[in-house]
């Protein structure tokens, strides 16, 4: 059974899509603050998330930026193309406007999992102590959690598919940029630099090197 956290203060809007949900046979778990979704989500790891914006304590758009490797769904009455465009810059993977037909939230929440669920997303990536597991977005070192950012988790995956290989910047910028569209040439040495640094807190060891003249590569 699919687990859809609910993240809203306004308990009508919120039992009504638990209602629905709980309908068509997903199990529902609930916040009705930033701060208390939080902390759910620290306990426990839904299957997809609705996101409203205007929430008591952190806001949504600040609950969105904690919220690493779940699907996020923003549901909210806050209008207008800019936002839409940055939120889904910042990681939602779809945004729906109140109020909403019942049916289109069933039918985009049907689609999000189904898509987080693709054939292939489950096949764990594996190169000496890293570790990457697709369907739960975990990464291991060494047997310990790495906790990454949006961009260094798409880098990282990037590196686990093609170990051992140089793989030039722009190939790195154009192969994540449909997860990371707000990563550019500037920025991504410092992705690449923090993620070397986490990967080699968790090890001892420097698992990515440069490549002068191409890029970067993962030493497997």
Known sequence: MKTIAVIDDDIHIGNVLEELLQREGYAVIRAYSGTEAVL???RQRPDLVLLDLMLPGLSGEEVLAKIEGIPVMVVSAKVGVENRVSLLLKGAVDYLEKPFDSRE??????????????????????????RLDPASHAVTAAGAPVHLTKTEYAILKLFLQNPGQAIAKSVILDRISADTPDCTESSLKIHVSNLRKKLRDATGQDHIESVWGIGFKLNP
Do not use: D
Request: hydrophobic share 55%; no cysteine.
């Open 40 to 42: 759910l989500l620290e």
């Open 105 to 130: 939230l069933l039918a985009r929440v049907a689609l999000r999992l189904r898509e987080s669920a693709a054939p292939g997303l489950s096949v764990p990536l594996e190169a000496g102590p890293l």
